[in-house]
């Protein structure tokens, strides 16, 4: 199954954002596009945007002007519907609503030939329910583009319950032969990158919730420990708070109210004060001329340790032993295996967060998950009151003397990066198990669709694989409402692996 022929016309029917966008696409691709709105006149204005921006990129050299002509002339708004009857694909981006989209596919399959493919960009609907407007909802497909489409390369393939694989299979070339990379999945609520990256935002604010941090803490720790581009609260100030909570609530109620895709009571309550983000000058944070960004805590200068003792496998934060040695303080490796830390000089001890509380151990400090502990820029240490003093300044020290920054943070079990990244596998690995998208399309999705710096897997790989199911059993005791209950596909993951390792040792 190949990819749409070029000479066959492409509609675009809903000339908004995504609309423009798309229909931007089809055209530079080289195809013929008619551009309908139902809007009188709002077609043309939305060519003339397109022609517009088509300028502004040959003038930066990104496209040549001999393409953009060929774009210009080949984009056409339609007066109505019957003028798409010649398309081989239309594409709607109309209003995210189930009547209005189906009460249109329905027009629309009166107008086009048997063979059109018919196409959605809903990010919230079931393709399967608005499919089953059609006569033919084999022939319809979910082609969900991000915003801004021009600029974003990756595109869901969306296959509904009746969608045929032809179908499919021909949307996902089409996506390819567009310069875009599309990734194939079923029709789930939120698809992959939706689904998937729920608890990046949902952690961040529990952990707000909780009162273990501020929201500038909890982002600079996302981003100068996790990697993250950028943190949860500043993003979703991006994107619109009313907008991003939309889409959490809609994953959630379509997952018939799974308590792990739960909306946040906080951003409910920022939603209902109307701070919706940049859009409305404020949000989580507030914008403006003289509006005054918050800064992290990071903690006052403390002295290194003289040494630290090993204890066992420090697992994804193995890397640290090199640092801390490079930086000059002298590490004991300890054979006795009494559990995996580091003892300090005055005894307290230093945990990868692991799920667990630190009111749980005698004096204990943890330390979060970091992509890379040689490129974290700062490090977040949780400690409980019963922690001795002396071990929280001996902790900073440490993390100071690798050239981290160090936000202390409550006792928040998992803290922040850890229980994100555990839960994202989670998801990850459960959508898998029940035929979402494979590893390799989820992986690719979330690095497009979110910029995380790995993919699900990756980090999975990286990790060890039996790391996330650790730290999310030891959560699940811990708040046993369900929102940390691994799942069976994570349970599997690592109980195979225990089993292989045992066989092959
Ligand atoms: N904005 C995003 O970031 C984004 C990203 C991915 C997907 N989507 C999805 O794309 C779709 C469009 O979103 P948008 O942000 O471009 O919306 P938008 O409001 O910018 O544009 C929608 C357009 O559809 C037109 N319209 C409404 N009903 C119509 C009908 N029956 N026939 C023809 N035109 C009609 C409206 O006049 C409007 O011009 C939605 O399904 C949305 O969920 C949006």
């Known amino acids: ?36 709105d139902a809007v009188p006149g709002r077609a043309r204005e939305a060519a003339a945007a397109i022609g517009a921006r088509l300028d502004r990129l040959v003038e930066k050299e990104r496209l040549t002007g001999a393409d953009r002509d060929a774009a210009q002339a080949g984009l056409r708004p339609a007066e109505s519907l019957a003028e798409l009857a010649d398309c081989g694909l239309v594409v709607e981006a109309v209003l995210e609503r189930l009547d209005v989209k189906q009460e249109l596919l329905r027009e629309l399959e009166e107008v086009v030939g048997e063979d059109c493919l018919l196409a959605t960009n809903t990010s919230s609907l079931s393709v399967t329910a608005i499919g089953g407007a059609l006569r033919n909802p084999g022939r319809f497909v979910g082609l969900h583009f991000f915003n801004p489409a021009p600029l974003l390369p990756l595109v869901e393939v969306v296959s509904g319950f009746a969608t045929d694989v032809t179908s499919a299979t021909r949307a996902y ?123 992290p805590h990071t903690a006052e200068k403390a002295p290194a340790p003289a040494y630290v003792v090993a204890e066992g496998d420090l697992g994804p934060a193995s890397e640290l032993l090199a640092l801390v040695r490079e930086a000059g303080i002298g590490v004991r490796e300890d054979d006795e295996d009494h559990g995996t830390r580091l003892i300090l000089p005055s005894g307290g001890q230093l945990v990868l967060a692991d799920g667990q509380t630190s009111v749980e151990f005698r004096d204990v400090v943890y330390f979060d998950l970091a992509l890379d502990y040689r490129k974290a ?51 990850a690995h459960d959508a898998v198990a029940k035929g979402v998208a494979t590893e390799e399309d989820i992986d690719t999705a979330m690095r497009l669709g979110v910029n995380y710096p790995l993919g699900p897997f990756e980090w999975s790989r990286r990790l060890g694989r039996n790391w996330a199911y650790a730290v999310l059993d030891d959560l699940h005791l811990r708040d046993p409402s369900g929102r940390y209950a691994p799942s069976l596909a994570l349970y599997r993951h690592a109980y195979a692996s225990d089993k292989r390792e045992g066989t092959t040792s």
């Open 377 to 427: 820029t700062r490090i977040a240490l949780s400690a409980s009151q019963d922690t001795s003093p002396g071990t929280l300044s001996e902790a900073i020290g440490l993390f100071q003397a690798l050239g981290k920054d160090v936000s202390v943070i409550g006792d928040a079990p998992g803290m922040i990066v850890a229980r994100t990244v555990a839960r994202i596998v989670d998801l």
């Open 173 to 295: 070339e089409t996506a390819r032969a567009w310069g875009k990379t599309p990734v194939a999945c079923a029709d789930t609520p939120g698809f992959i990158v939706n689904r998937i990256a729920r608890p990046f935002y949902g952690e961040a604010f529990a952990v707000y919730e909780a009162q273990a941090a501020d929201p500038a803490t909890i982002d600079a720790v996302l981003r100068e420990s996790g990697g993250f581009r950028m943190g949860a609260f500043e993003l979703t100030d991006l994107i619109g708070q009313d907008v991003n909570e939309s889409v959490t609530h809609s994953v959630w109620q379509a997952f018939f109210q799974d308590v792990r895709f739960a909306p946040s009571l906080a951003q409910r309550r920022l939603v209902e004060s109307g701070r919706h983000g940049r859009k409305t000058g404020h949000g989580w944070y507030d914008y403006g001329d003289d509006a005054e960004h918050p800064e």
């Open 1 to 36: 199954m190949t990819a749409l022929d070029l000479s066959s016309p492409v509609a675009v029917v809903g000339a908004g954002t995504m609309g423009q966008g798309i229909a931007q696409v089809a055209s530079v691709a080289g195809h013929p596009v008619r551009l309908y």
